[in-house]
C-alpha cells in the first residue's frame, strides 16, 4: 500500500504518513484486521481500502459519511487550482 512514492498511486503519501494514520487512529487499525481474515468477502475488503485511502488522506473514516474516492479525488483537485504549490501529478485519474 505504501510503497516507493515514485511508483505508487498514493503520490502525495508518503510512507511516514501512512504509518501516523494507522498510529494515530486506533479506530482505523481495528477496521484493517478485515485484511487478516482470509474468509472476507472482497467486497468487504474493498471499503475497508477505501476507508483506509479516505484516512490517508486526512478524512475521517466513519461508517455513514466516509466519502467515496471519487468525491475525495474531485475534493483535492478542487482545492489545488487555489493552492500555488500544488502539484498536477497527484491528481488521479
Known amino acids: 500500500m505504501s510503497g516507493c512514492d515514485t511508483t505508487s498511486s498514493l503520490f502525495n503519501c508518503v510512507k511516514l504518513k501512512f504509518v501516523q494514520t494507522l498510529k494515530n487512529n486506533n479506530d482505523l487499525l481495528k477496521v484493517i484486521e478485515i485484511f487478516k481474515n482470509p474468509d ?3 467486497e468487504a475488503v474493498v471499503d475497508v481500502g477505501n476507508r483506509l485511502l ?15 474516492l471519487n468525491n475525495l479525488c474531485y475534493k483535492c483537485y478542487m ?8 502539484n498536477m501529478a497527484s491528481l488521479h485519474s
Not at 79 to 86: A, E, I, L, W
Open 40 to 42: 472476507m468477502t472482497p
Open 54 to 68: 479516505v484516512a490517508l488522506y486526512g478524512y475521517p473514516i466513519t461508517t455513514s459519511d466516509t466519502p467515496s
Open 79 to 86: 482545492k489545488s487550482p487555489f493552492n500555488k504549490s500544488s
